[in-house]
């Protein structure tokens, strides 16, 4: 949460910086600012988006060649415009952006105001910049070496860059716990929350590693030491990020895009791997750890939000290709709950970020526990993947939407891969069955490009009737419970419309005491596995009165009889259901999002990348 954005070159800094700010306004949209040194130190905030700070400094001096600029998501205090990014030092002569926590900040705080600090916002970033300047002063130290030693003081995570009024050649950055990148181009740094606002001006990035510090001069390499003052050598990295992928390409919205980009991103997630002509699967980032999978005694996948959902599908699917017994858990529940660990435990965590703040924490718990620990990550050297064991990426590309979409189906391709590949290796499933999944996996990109013709129009209409409902329920039984979450957790997330998600079965011990003839029923309710059983949980919603929008299998009969609108779906394995029964809904929720005017790409409170608890 919070995004940074940070320039130092030949450049004129302010443009550089608001098109980094749009890039990074996923990770948080409460208050946005911008602080640039020409001469003056010249800082600019305002509560809301990007826009609303864009519309404030027009007219006003931001010219300069070094600055740093913030989009936050609110912690400490609420989001008004004293409580934005950048925030200035007691003098006024130092600036700092950050994202994170510092824990010990009221203490630190208190400490300070005995000493005649005085603070205008209720921000723990205030108080770092304020004990970085007091450094400063008493002992007597250039910028770098007061921005360590305070670091040294700090309990909590941070990724921060500071700048100094009295010196516009020099940025200082540094992280733990939140991500930092810094790009290296010809005469110019950038530094950014993730390589999206760097990748059009340069390529080479480094990686801040947690406690490490950058000290970026006009004119020369790059500097990068410990917090306790170790020297390190940068190890750069070549992006290779498309810029198409951060545009919307012709669509409204980039959810919609991402929803319509995903025969593609799945087509990504797969390549390479799935080896359609030798009947293999071969992931090759835990190539190493296979055997360790294989011979797992438990599985226990840890993730948050829709990362959850994937994680569920994924126990169906380990479960019943494998036999290896699956949990699957919050990581926020997880990593405090003492829950026994074993070294023969197999951790899966899956996110799209990698940055996370439970799931990193709980990775990190089960790791010192232990426990082999893979990581399923979209975002490429984001923490998540290094702080695993081995992991593989989804390759799905950037996901924009705060409100997940392709990064789902990519995280359930994933782990469909990884079953069947287990589920062979260990003769747990026939070479031919094997075959025969691959086979239909291979297929599922069509077959979803099918879907997105054939559901587009249907889903616009049925939205159109029920864009002004309070509730939804979702039902889905076997590997369509966890579809049933996911539809409504995209419908809660962007159109504010209340929406659980059940298993069709479970209805009868609560939620069917909520049905009439006002509430929409979303039953997923494929002609495979517990079909009948489905039927029977439709005709429960239907004697009751609630609408019935069903998922059915193309040419259905039975549960279009008795459905007030059916959206078909092809008919395909029943393990790869989730991949094709997930599209409509989240065309459903987008359309209901669109008709409500709601800002479907950043939702309100919401923040795509959750890196605080
Ligand atoms: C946030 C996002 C969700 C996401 C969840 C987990 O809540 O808004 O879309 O599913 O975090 O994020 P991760 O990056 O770990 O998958």
């Given at each position: 949460?919070?995004?940074?954005?940070?320039?130092?070159?030949?450049?004129?800094?302010?443009?550089?910086?608001?098109?980094?700010?749009?890039?990074?306004?996923?990770?948080?949209?409460?208050?946005?600012?911008?602080?640039?040194?020409?001469?003056?130190?010249?800082?600019?905030?305002?509560?809301?988006?990007?826009?609303?700070?864009?519309?404030?400094?027009?007219?006003?001096?931001?010219?300069?060649?070094?600055?740093?600029?913030?989009?936050?998501?609110?912690?400490?205090?609420?989001?008004?415009?004293?409580?934005?990014?950048?925030?200035?030092?007691?003098?006024?002569?130092?600036?700092?952006?950050?994202?994170?926590?510092?824990?010990?900040?009221?203490?630190?705080?208190?400490?300070?105001?005995?000493?005649?600090?005085?603070?205008?916002?209720?921000?723990?970033?205030?108080?770092?910049?304020?004990?970085?300047?007091?450094?400063?002063?008493?002992?007597?130290?250039?910028?770098?070496?007061?921005?360590?030693?305070?670091?040294?003081?700090?309990?909590?995570?941070?990724?921060?860059?500071?700048?100094?009024?009295?010196?516009?050649?020099?940025?200082?950055?540094?992280?733990?716990?939140?991500?930092?990148?810094?790009?290296?181009?010809?005469?110019?740094?950038?530094?950014?929350?993730?390589?999206?606002?760097?990748?059009?001006?340069?390529?080479?990035?480094?990686?801040?590693?947690?406690?490490?510090?950058?000290?970026?001069?006009?004119?020369?390499?790059?500097?990068?030491?410990?917090?306790?003052?170790?020297?390190?050598?940068?190890?750069?990295?070549?992006?290779?990020?498309?810029?198409?992928?951060?545009?919307?390409?012709?669509?409204?919205?980039?959810?919609?895009?991402?929803?319509?980009?995903?025969?593609?991103?799945?087509?990504?997630?797969?390549?390479?791997?799935?080896?359609?002509?030798?009947?293999?699967?071969?992931?090759?980032?835990?190539?190493?750890?296979?055997?360790?999978?294989?011979?797992?005694?438990?599985?226990?996948?840890?993730?948050?939000?829709?990362?959850?959902?994937a994680g569920l599908v994924g126990e169906y699917l380990f479960e019943e290709l494998t036999r290896i017994p699956v949990e699957v858990e919050y990581a926020s529940e997880f990593r405090y709950r003492k829950p026994v660990i074993n070294e023969d435990d197999v951790v899966?965590?899956?996110?799209?970020?990698g940055e996370t703040a439970d799931t990193l924490a709980a990775i990190k718990m089960a790791k010192e526990k232990g426990a082999t620990i893979l990581g399923i990550c979209n975002v490429v050297g984001s923490s998540i993947p290094r702080e695993t064991h081995a992991g593989?990426?989804?390759?799905?590309?950037?996901?924009?939407?705060?409100?997940?979409?392709?990064?789902?189906?990519?995280?359930?391709?994933?782990?469909?891969?990884?079953?069947?590949?287990?589920?062979?290796?260990?003769?747990?499933?026939?070479?031919?069955?094997?075959?025969?999944?691959?086979?239909?996996?291979?297929?599922?990109?069509?077959?979803?490009?099918?879907?997105?013709?054939?559901?587009?129009?249907?889903?616009?209409?049925?939205?159109?009737?029920?864009?002004?409902?309070?509730?939804?329920?979702?039902?889905?039984?076997?590997?369509?419970?966890?579809?049933?979450?996911?539809?409504?957790?995209?419908?809660?997330?962007?159109?504010?419309?209340?929406?659980?998600?059940?298993?069709?079965?479970?209805?009868?011990?609560?939620?069917?005491?909520?049905?009439?003839?006002?509430?929409?029923?979303?039953?997923?309710?494929?002609?495979?596995?517990?079909?009948?059983?489905?039927?029977?949980?439709?005709?429960?919603?239907?004697?009751?009165?609630?609408?019935?929008?069903?998922?059915?299998?193309?040419?259905?009969?039975?549960?279009?009889?008795?459905?007030?609108?059916?959206?078909?779906?092809?008919?395909?394995?029943?393990?790869?259901?989730?991949?094709?029964?997930?599209?409509?809904?989240?065309?459903?929720?987008?359309?209901?999002?669109?008709?409500?005017?709601?800002?479907?790409?950043?939702?309100?409170?919401?923040?795509?990348?959750?890196?605080?608890?």
């Open positions: 949460m919070c995004g940074i954005v940070a320039y130092l070159g030949d450049k004129q800094a302010y443009p550089i910086l608001i098109k980094g700010l749009h890039r990074l306004e996923y990770r948080g949209y409460d208050s946005s600012g911008i602080a640039i040194i020409n001469g003056n130190l010249n800082l600019y905030k305002r509560k809301g988006k990007v826009e609303e700070l864009e519309k404030f400094v027009k007219g006003k001096d931001v010219s300069g060649t070094i600055g740093i600029a913030h989009t936050r998501w609110a912690t400490h205090g609420e989001p008004n415009d004293e409580n934005a990014h950048p925030h200035f030092s007691q003098n006024k002569e130092l600036s700092i952006i950050h994202n994170g926590i510092i824990e010990n900040y009221n203490s630190l705080k208190e400490e300070l105001i005995t000493r005649g600090h005085v603070f205008n916002s209720d921000t723990d970033t205030e108080v770092l910049i304020h004990l970085i300047e007091d450094v400063q002063e008493n002992e007597n130290l250039d910028l770098a070496e007061s921005v360590r030693v305070a670091l040294n003081q700090v309990v909590g995570a941070y990724a921060i860059v500071v700048i100094s009024k009295n010196d516009n050649n020099t940025l200082i950055a540094a992280k733990k716990g939140s991500p930092l990148v810094i790009g290296s181009g010809d005469g110019e740094f950038l530094i950014a929350s993730d390589a999206t606002p760097i990748v059009e001006y340069t390529r080479k990035v480094v990686y801040l590693e947690d406690e490490e510090m950058a000290i970026l001069e006009r004119g020369k390499e790059i500097v990068l030491k410990s917090i306790s003052n170790i020297k390190h050598t940068p190890y750069f990295q070549e992006l290779t990020m498309n810029l198409d992928v951060l545009e919307k390409g012709g669509y409204e919205h980039f959810m919609l895009k991402e929803i319509f980009e995903q025969p593609h991103s799945i087509r990504e997630s797969m390549r390479g791997r799935l080896r359609l002509g030798q009947g293999i699967i071969s992931l090759g980032g835990i190539t190493e750890y296979k055997q360790k999978l294989m011979n797992a005694k438990r599985i226990i996948m840890i993730a948050c939000g829709t990362s959850w959902h899966i965590a899956i996110s799209q970020s593989s990426y989804t390759h799905a590309g950037p996901e924009i939407g705060v409100a997940s979409t392709k990064a789902f189906t990519s995280q359930v391709t994933l782990l469909t891969m990884m079953a069947l590949m287990i589920a062979h290796d260990k003769g747990t499933i026939t070479n031919s069955r094997h075959q025969q999944i691959i086979n239909a996996l291979n297929d599922i990109p069509e077959q979803i490009e099918d879907v997105l013709k054939t559901t587009d129009a249907i889903t616009k209409d049925i939205a159109a009737k029920f864009k002004d409902s309070r509730n939804f329920l979702y039902l889905g039984r076997g590997y369509n419970f966890p579809v049933a979450l996911e539809g409504a957790l995209k419908l809660k997330e962007i159109s504010y419309i209340h929406a659980e998600g059940y298993p069709a079965a479970e209805m009868k011990h609560g939620p069917i005491a909520l049905i009439d003839e006002e509430m929409p029923v979303v039953v997923i309710a494929p002609k495979k596995g517990n079909y009948d059983k489905v039927v029977s949980n439709i005709q429960e919603v239907k004697a009751r009165k609630g609408k019935i929008i069903a998922l059915v299998s193309k040419g259905d009969t039975e549960v279009r009889a008795v459905a007030d609108y059916v959206i078909e779906i092809p008919d395909v394995e029943e393990m790869l259901v989730p991949l094709v029964a997930t599209i409509p809904l989240q065309l459903l929720s987008y359309y209901i999002a669109v008709m409500r005017n709601c800002n479907v790409d950043q939702p309100r409170n919401l923040a795509k990348s959750v890196t605080v608890e």
